[in-house]
Structures are given as C-alpha cells and as structure tokens.
C-alpha cells in the first residue's frame, strides 16, 4: 500500500483564487509528522510548512495552510490567494518510525493562470 | 549560506561506467539521505545515513553504494550503471530526531546511454 497518495496529478487554479492540493497517508505509528514541499521548474526543492501527528492546531504559514484530518489520514495543502510563482510541482511527504527519513507522495503539478 | 552542495549538477554515462555523486552539508547535521526523482514517481530513498558511521539501505538501494565520509559528506557510487539509472539525484541533510525537516541539495541530473 502506498504510504502517500496524491491523487491528484495536475491542477489549474486562476490567480487570487485559494487551491487545495490533496494528500492523504496510511501509517500504524501513532507519532509522525507529515511535510510539504514546492518544487519550482528551476528543480530545487523547498520546504513549505509542517504538521505534526499530535499538534492540535492546524498549521499555517503564510499562504500555506495545512488542512489536518487525523481519523481520515488526510493532510491536505491550502494555498490562498494564488500568484503566478506558485506554479510548482508540490510533494506530501510523511516522516514516521523515529529518525527523519521522509517518504514522498508522486507529486501534484500546480499551474496558475492569469 | 551554502547548505547542501552537490556536484556534479549534470553527468551523462554509458552503460557500464562508474561514477561518484558527491554531497556535502556545512549545517553540522546527523542525518543525510540520497534520494532519486523520476517522472510520476515522486522522490525515492535510495540510502540515508542517521549519523556519521552508518549507513543504511532505503527503498530502492540496488546498483548503488554509499560512503559517509565524515560529518559533513556522503557519495552515492554507481559502480556499473544502467539506463535505468537515469534520473534526477538529490541528497539532503537533517537535524537529527523526529519532525525536522530535510533540507535539498539543487540535484544531479544523471543520463545513461
């Protein structure tokens, strides 16, 4: 079973409007922390925002918002307020069994259009 | 403000050749990990290193090794490479414990003919 699942391979949203990329995850450990990260043409890989299993609040960085639903494994990522420079690949990735190694859903293409 | 250097950024081999991707971190972090990229695959650990004298296998380990050289580097060699090794590299480090996250190095572009 896939530990990550986005289901979600590409996605067009206009510019100023909010999106929400989906990503939904399968674990037994009670303690694990699930990560977001942009991926911009040029390649490089950049950390966007952080939620951990036992956090009861949602976390939100700037723009970013993460909407958290622990009984239905989903930690989705809400963009508000689109701009052009979100165009990105995004990645869900999930951090679990001790240590900080990460495993990374296949991605979702975000395109913003004027 | 270096943080993780790879090189080379771009390396094209022929079947059979060997190679060594190099990485580096200047953060002081325990952990370092290589991951490949390929297209609809999302990001895949090949093998990681939680502290300076270990090493061990991630998801998809077969045709590579690994060294941690010190605190500070770890290199992925293909010793016989194949076209499925065509991908795109990333190594990256981490703060050691739980719910720190990685920080990337820009990547390797890896083609092999």
């Known amino acids: 079973a896939q530990k990550i699942t986005q289901t979600q391979p590409g996605m067009f949203v206009q510019e100023k409007e909010a999106v929400t990329l989906d990503c939904t995850y399968d674990?037994?450990?009670?303690?694990?922390?699930l990560f977001w990260y942009k991926q911009p043409s040029s390649g490089e890989m950049i950390f966007l925002i952080y939620q951990g299993s036992y956090d009861q609040q949602n976390a939100t960085e700037g723009r970013y918002s993460l909407n958290f639903q622990k009984a239905r494994k989903s930690a989705n990522l809400v963009i508000s307020a689109s701009q052009l420079g979100d165009s990105a690949m995004y990645f869900c990735a999930m951090q679990e069994g001790g240590g900080n190694k990460l495993t990374f859903g296949t991605g979702t293409q975000l395109k913003v259009e004027l | 403000n270096a943080g993780v250097t790879q090189t080379p950024k771009f390396q094209v081999l022929k079947t059979g050749q060997s190679m060594t991707l190099q990485c580096a971190q200047d953060m002081n972090h325990n952990s370092m990990y290589w991951y490949r990229q390929d297209p609809g695959m999302g990001l895949r650990l090949i093998y990681y290193s939680a502290s300076e004298g270990t090493t061990d296998k991630g998801e998809v380990p077969n045709g590579y090794n690994v060294s941690r050289l010190n605190k500070r580097e770890f290199s992925l060699r293909l010793e016989s490479a194949a076209p499925s090794q065509t991908s795109v590299y990333f190594c990256?480090?981490?703060?050691?414990?739980?719910?720190?996250?990685?920080?990337f190095g820009s990547g390797t572009q890896l083609s092999v003919l």
């Open positions: 990256a480090s981490g703060r050691q414990g739980r719910n720190e996250k990685l920080f």
């Open positions: 674990t037994s450990d009670p303690s694990y922390g």
